[in-house]
């Protein structure tokens, strides 16, 4: 199953750490298989945060998962 | 018809207090309190009270045990709302845990109602707003409704803030409701986890499903993973524990699916609901293997639950979560 997300930039990224999406859910910027920064279509489709209009124009990809430590790798 | 005092007082003693004729409402109030004096009951120092609860004033005594109520006064003062089905389903559960003396055995125990973020952060045992009350951080895309939590398999999960290490725990047990998202094949998917890399590579864990619907994995000791490919990929309680010596073991509702010899190695790190919480290379809080799983219940404490005390909390949280109709 596909899942959607946006890929930022590092700067961005930085704005998007540490702040709500919406009340108590918090940015979470994490690394896709090409090493890009992305955030989920949840967060950008659920942003109530006025500080972030920018998140509404990013261009939306299939998210494609890095390898990460676990069982088995 | 009779006169004098000796039977005007016999005549008020037959009468209603409102019957009695040509009195002012000071003269009514002083022969009621003349009447009331051997009880010490003045009723103009009373009223007070009986404004405070009447039509409109005060907050009538609540019917839940406290500790439910306390934990209904902090998402409620958080802007949410709770049905009087959701409030039903959590007195029950606390009266439930109390009943099988499971109330004081976890440090978090997070019944998911309200259906937002910030009703679903709160510990029921310890309903503050603050990290030392294991309140959760939600990170990521998350999805909140009156079902529970559910994973976004990308970057979803909830910090507990509690660390092994830091809460000077001795042994372990950690578990979950889960209620959905059981259709899709896992892909590195956590369902409760807590991972550092330095200095040496530390996973603990457990996985339901971790790449495949048949294969679930424990973990206490650094990557010394340990998997079954008992029990089944449905829902219901999933539970996982370290007796902090030489076990782990997995339970799938009230069924021990598997025990093995495993000493504890535990990591110094949060353990995260619905992710396995780690450090990025900046040093942020992530959380990694968010599986697409959604859940009714979570919890997490210094204990080592037996088979009785097992039962019976599957049997409250099965209990629970019909209830909510979210089973």
């Not at chain 2, 439930?96 to 003396?101: H, P």
């Not at chain 2, 998917?189 to 619907?213: C, H, V, W």
Request: proline share 5%; aromatic share 12%.
């Amino acid at each position: 199953m596909s899942h959607l997300v946006a890929i930022i930039t590092e700067g961005q990224k930085d704005e998007l750490v540490g702040q709500m999406w919406e009340k108590d859910s918090y940015f979470s910027p994490v690394l896709d298989c090409n090493d890009n920064w992305i955030i989920s279509i949840e967060e950008i489709d659920g942003n109530t945060n006025p500080n972030f209009p920018w998140l509404s124009t990013l261009p939306l990809i299939d998210f494609c998962k890095k390898p990460e430590p676990g069982p088995g790798i | 018809m009779k006169h004098g005092a000796w039977h005007k007082r016999q005549t008020y003693r037959d009468m209603t207090f409102r019957q009695v004729p040509n009195l002012t409402i000071e003269e009514r109030q002083a022969e009621l309190n003349k009447k009331l004096k051997p009880y010490s009951l003045d009723l103009s120092k009373h009223i007070p009270i009986e404004v405070a609860h009447g039509p409109g004033g005060g907050t009538p005594p609540s019917n839940y045990d406290p500790d439910a109520q306390a934990f209904f006064n902090a998402v409620q003062g958080g802007g949410d709302t709770l049905t009087t089905t959701e409030k039903d389903a959590t007195n029950q559960l606390v009266l439930d845990l109390k009943d099988n003396s499971l109330w004081s055995v976890f440090d978090g125990f997070y019944p998911f109602v309200g259906g937002t973020a910030s009703s679903h952060k709160w510990n029921l045992l310890d309903p503050q707003d603050t990290n030392a009350a294991h309140r959760i951080i939600w990170l990521g895309g998350m999805s909140h409704s009156s079902t529970g939590i559910l994973g976004n398999a990308v970057n979803s999960g909830g910090n507990t803030y509690w660390n092994y290490v830091s809460e000077s725990a001795t042994e372990m047990s950690v578990g979950l409701y889960v209620n959905d998202g059981l259709t899709a094949t896992p892909y590195g998917a956590y369902d409760y986890g807590s991972f550092l890399e330095t200095p040496t590579r530390q996973d603990n864990m457990i996985s339901i499903g971790f790449s495949n619907k048949t294969t679930k994995y424990v973990n206490f000791n650094k990557t010394q993973y340990k998997s079954t490919t008992a029990g089944s990929y449905t829902k219901g309680l999933f539970l996982g524990q370290s007796n902090g010596a030489d076990t782990s073991q997995l339970y799938q509702n009230d069924t021990q699916i598997f025990s093995t010899a495993q000493t504890i190695y535990p990591t110094d790190f949060y353990w995260g609901i619905a992710c396995s919480l780690r450090l990025d290379a900046f040093n942020t809080i992530y959380a990694g293997g968010s599986p697409e799983r959604g859940y009714g219940t979570a919890f997490i404490g210094k204990t080592y639950l037996n088979q009785t005390q097992i039962t019976a909390l599957n049997t409250s949280l099965v209990d629970f979560n019909t209830t909510l109709s979210r089973n």
